[in-house]
């Protein structure tokens, strides 16, 4: 098969990877920005390697022509969570948005593969725009936790270095890997709204930070130095004291001096 073809062929493929990738970042942010905890903590993508989809064509008997309609994990997105509830979550979250379809889906998480593995999988149709117009392509999405993929990870290298022959004490040790990752799962889910709040009071407080920093800038144009110094001294004590109400406060009441400076036409 010619490179070119097989460039034409994967080019729709990583044109998906690259939009998904954008707009499942770009949620994670959203939820961020606006002082909400996001169920997406991280998300990676590829294009499946030539040489894995040759295998799977082999052991498949797919021929090239047959590839997009066969092989459904050529674009693929995995989302990584930090607890397992937050899997249902982004489940709702995909089947809620309108640029993507659901094919099928496959919970690894209630019904744990023999191996050991754990995840949600979902194959959804999505189109992209091409040269030659609209392409509606596969793409295989695969939810999981923090701890599952660190034992998946994990298992698929050895797969890999096993290939058909894994010893039965490796398989083994896996298995029992797999249910510490279960209680590790569970341990964290308990502790969940602790964690939770933490991780929120922290991004909260780095945005109000941001908001304030950036009008002390802002008023190093306008204001005298005396004032600037008096502001300063009185956001490091408030920062120190790590009160959240007290930096918002001080924050509107930094926007105030900076509307009052504005209202007197100085800036
Ligand atoms: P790779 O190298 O990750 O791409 P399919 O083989 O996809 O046509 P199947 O087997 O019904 O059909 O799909 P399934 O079970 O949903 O698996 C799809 C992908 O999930 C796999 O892709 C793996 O990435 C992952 N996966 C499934 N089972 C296991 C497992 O036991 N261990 C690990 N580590 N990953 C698993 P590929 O193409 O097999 O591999």
């Not at 010619?2 to 939820?31: C, G, M, N, T």
Request: charged content about 30%.
């Amino acid at each position: 098969m010619e490179i070119q073809l097989w460039r034409e062929k994967l080019s729709p493929y990583q044109l998906a990877v690259d939009e998904l990738l954008v707009k499942f970042r770009f949620l994670a942010l959203e939820h961020k920005e606006a002082g909400l905890y996001s169920p997406i903590e991280n998300v990676k993508g590829r294009v499946k390697k030539i040489s894995s989809i040759l295998e799977k064509m082999q052991k498949k008997k797919i021929a090239f022509e047959d590839i997009d309609e066969k092989i459904e994990d050529i674009a693929g997105i995995r989302i990584i969570c930090q607890f397992v509830e937050d899997i249902e979550k982004v489940v709702e979250l995909i089947k809620s948005r309108d640029d993507m379809e659901i094919k099928s889906e496959k919970n690894y998480i209630d019904n744990m593969k023999e191996s050991g593995y754990r995840s949600y999988h979902m194959i959804v149709y999505y189109n992209v725009q091409t040269m030659t117009g609209n392409k509606k392509i596969k793409v295989e999405i695969q939810i999981r936790t923090m701890a599952m993929n660190f034992w998946a990870t994990i298992e698929h290298s050895l797969q890999y270095k096993y290939r058909q022959n894994m010893p039965d004490t490796v398989r083994e040790r896996l298995r029992s890997a797999s249910e510490a990752i279960i209680n590790l799962d569970n341990e964290m889910s308990l502790i969940r709204t602790e964690i939770i709040d933490s991780q929120n009071y922290f991004t909260l407080k780095a945005n109000v930070v941001a908001e304030i920093l950036n009008t002390i800038q802002n008023l190093y144009k306008i204001a005298n130095k005396r004032e600037i110094v008096k502001i300063q001294d009185e956001f490091y004590k408030i920062y120190m004291s790590s009160d959240l109400e007290q930096l918002h406060r001080f924050s509107k009441e930094l926007d105030v001096i900076a509307e009052g400076y504005r209202a007197q036409g100085i800036e």
